[in-house]
């Protein structure tokens, strides 16, 4: 979905200032962990400075993209480049062997040989220690990338031997983005978002019929707890407990009505404010104005509880009952 270094610099602007630091000083290590979530950018990145370091005219430390070496890399036909997947659930000791056999070969390109691990923590204890011993003595110029999005998952001993390049969440904006470039509304784009900071999962969501059917079913009880209870009930029994039966459909559902509560938080204090739920900003203002600070920490304390509660296996249909009147106690409309 990235499509060029400048839009990379506002994916990960660190870590790409880490990487073109290294290049422009000469000092690039036998070894580098990739370590960050899905959809963080690691394997567009990993491309990235592979071809900057084998790039045969770069310019202001980014790869030209047009050489013989770029294009190669990018098709993924460049023979001193090595990439490994996992076999099924695991990268296996014979694909490290493989993949070490091909790094010591005398008939590959001169200059620097490069493999890539994906999912790096996949490896059994076989596959890294075998890797370790490479790592340990690495034979020319190698560098070695594995990604990782569970760092603690990888041996101390690999660890040690290789540069932590740490990667951040993906800002918002930039996934508000780019869901927005796929075609999806402004609104949903600003409710998936809060829900995972991956593209893929965000997207999934935004399309997931069910998924909008849970925000409507969220968004009409905070309507309605701002009436009556007896309403707000009414709710939680005719829509709520039917659309939401499993723990993690609760779970979600509650969260949703966080961000609700949160979003009616920030518009008190600057109706201004981004929001989960843009299209619920006027009735928002409306509940912010009738309402005290004071109130709704409590709400939201209220809500937390639930959740706590949920964890404890409490029947759903008393917990409901007493979130609904924690939250509707104390609304006084003028």
């Given at each position: 979905m990235v499509e060029n270094v400048e839009e990379l610099k506002v994916l990960q602007p660190v870590v790409m200032k880490q990487l073109q630091t290294i290049f422009e000083k000469n000092r690039t290590g036998h070894a580098y962990i990739f370590d960050g979530?899905?959809?963080?950018?690691?394997?567009?990145?990993?491309?990235?400075?592979?071809?900057?370091?084998?790039?045969?005219?770069?310019?202001?430390?980014?790869?030209?993209?047009?050489?013989?070496?770029?294009?190669?890399?990018?098709?993924?036909?460049?023979?001193?480049?090595?990439?490994?997947?996992?076999?099924?659930q695991f990268i296996k000791i014979d694909q490290i062997r493989d993949l070490?056999?091909?790094?010591?070969?005398?008939?590959?390109?001169?200059?620097?040989?490069?493999?890539?691990?994906?999912?790096?923590?996949?490896?059994?204890?076989?596959?890294?220690?075998?890797?370790?011993?490479?790592?340990?003595?690495?034979?020319?110029?190698?560098?070695?990338?594995?990604?990782?999005?569970?760092?603690?998952s990888i041996l101390p001993t690999i660890q040690s031997r290789c540069q932590h390049i740490k990667f951040a969440a993906?800002?918002?904006?930039?996934?508000?983005?780019?869901?927005?470039?796929?075609?999806?509304?402004f609104?949903?784009?600003?409710?998936?978002?809060?829900?995972?900071?991956?593209?893929?999962t965000a997207i999934s969501l935004a399309?997931?019929?069910?998924?909008?059917?849970?925000?409507?079913?969220?968004?009409?009880?905070?309507?309605?707890?701002r009436k009556n209870v007896h309403e707000a009930l009414l709710v939680v029994y005719e829509d709520w407990l039917l659309s939401f039966k499993e723990?993690?459909?609760?779970?979600?559902?509650?969260?949703?009505?966080?961000?609700?509560?949160?979003d009616i938080v920030a518009i008190k204090a600057n109706p201004q404010s981004s929001c989960t739920y843009p299209d619920m900003v006027q009735s928002w203002k409306e509940i912010a104005l009738h309402t005290t600070y004071d109130?709704?920490?409590?709400q939201l304390q209220a809500i937390l509880q639930a959740r706590q509660n949920l964890q404890r296996n409490m029947n759903r249909s008393l917990l409901m009952e007493q979130l609904m009147l924690n939250l509707q106690e104390g609304y006084t409309f003028v």
């Open positions: 979530e899905k959809g963080t950018g690691k394997k567009e990145i990993a491309l990235f400075f592979i071809k900057l370091l084998l790039c045969l005219n770069p310019s202001k430390n980014v790869p030209c993209e047009t050489c013989r070496n770029c294009k190669r890399i990018e098709t993924g036909n460049h023979p001193n480049v090595k990439q490994i997947e996992p076999d099924g070490i056999s091909g790094m010591t070969k005398t008939s590959m390109e001169a200059g620097r040989k490069i493999y890539v691990l994906h999912h790096a923590d996949r490896m059994n204890t076989s596959s890294a220690n075998t890797l370790l011993k490479f790592l340990e003595e690495p034979e020319g110029s190698v560098t070695a990338i594995l990604l990782t999005e569970s760092y603690q993906i800002p918002r904006e930039f996934l508000l983005k780019q869901l927005q470039e796929q075609g999806i509304t609104s949903m784009a600003s409710t998936v978002s809060m829900l995972t900071n991956n593209l893929e399309h997931d019929e069910q998924f909008a059917h849970a925000r409507k079913t969220v968004l009409k009880l905070v309507e309605t707890v723990k993690e459909e609760i779970e979600r559902a509650l969260d949703l009505l966080l961000f609700a509560y949160r109130r709704l920490s409590d």
